[in-house]
Structures are given as structure tokens and as C-alpha cells.
């Protein structure tokens, strides 16, 4: 299985976004995928998470600002992203889980796309 991400980029604080990841290789229609940011300390962040059946999981920081959806025909999975603000700047990374779980370990990883966002 290949993730491929994009969408990010340089927005103003308050702007947003919208994060695509589209996988190859493999159907990954039964499994979760989600999304992890990632901070230039390399520390690894959870942002959303959703399963097949479309349940979705936020982590804190994002909850009310961020959408997570998927569209399992295309093998794609989404994340909207409003009122961006600074401290959401990171390398965000999407995942394919092990099972159909919100707390599944992530299996399959994309190479990540950039978010900066100016104050």
C-alpha cells in the first residue's frame, strides 16, 4: 500500500485547508486511516482518525476546527481544516491502521505534506 498526501501548504492564521490522502497498491477500505502531524522536535501528534463504517476520532487541540471523511471508492481520506492557527503548523502525515479501529497502530504511513501557517 502507497499513501500519497497533499494539500498542504502557507496559509494565514484563521484560513484553512484541505488535506487529501489517496492510497495505491491495496484496498485499505476496511481498515482505519487517519492523520499525525508532526512537530520539528519529530514528536508525533494524533489528529483524526476514522474508520470505514465513517466513525471519526479527534484529537483535543483540533476537535471543532478539524473534518476528517473518507470516500472509500477512491480510497481517499480527508482532513478540512479551519481557523488553522500557528501551533497547528506541523508535517502532517496520513496513516492506513492495522484493523478497523480508532486505536488501531498505524501499518501503512504517506511521506507527509507540509502545513505552515503565519500569524
Known amino acids: 500500500v502507497q499513501l500519497q498526501a497533499s494539500g498542504g501548504g502557507l496559509v494565514q492564521s484563521g484560513g484553512s485547508l484541505n488535506l487529501s490522502c489517496a492510497a495505491s497498491g491495496s484496498s485499505i477500505n476496511t481498515k482505519a486511516m487517519g492523520w499525525y502531524r508532526q512537530n520539528p522536535e519529530k514528536q508525533r501528534e494524533l489528529v483524526a482518525s476514522i474508520t470505514s463504517g465513517g466513525s471519526t476520532n479527534y484529537g483535543d487541540r483540533v476537535k471543532g476546527r478539524f473534518t476528517i471523511s473518507r470516500d472509500n471508492a477512491k480510497n481517499t481520506v480527508f482532513l478540512q481544516m479551519n481557523s488553522l492557527k500557528p501551533e497547528d503548523a506541523a508535517v502532517y502525515l496520513c496513516?492506513?491502521?492495522?484493523?478497523?479501529?480508532?486505536?488501531?497502530?498505524?501499518?501503512?504511513w504517506g511521506k507527509g505534506t507540509q502545513v505552515t501557517v503565519s500569524s
Open positions: 496513516y492506513a491502521g492495522r484493523a478497523d479501529s480508532h486505536w488501531s497502530l498505524p501499518t501503512y
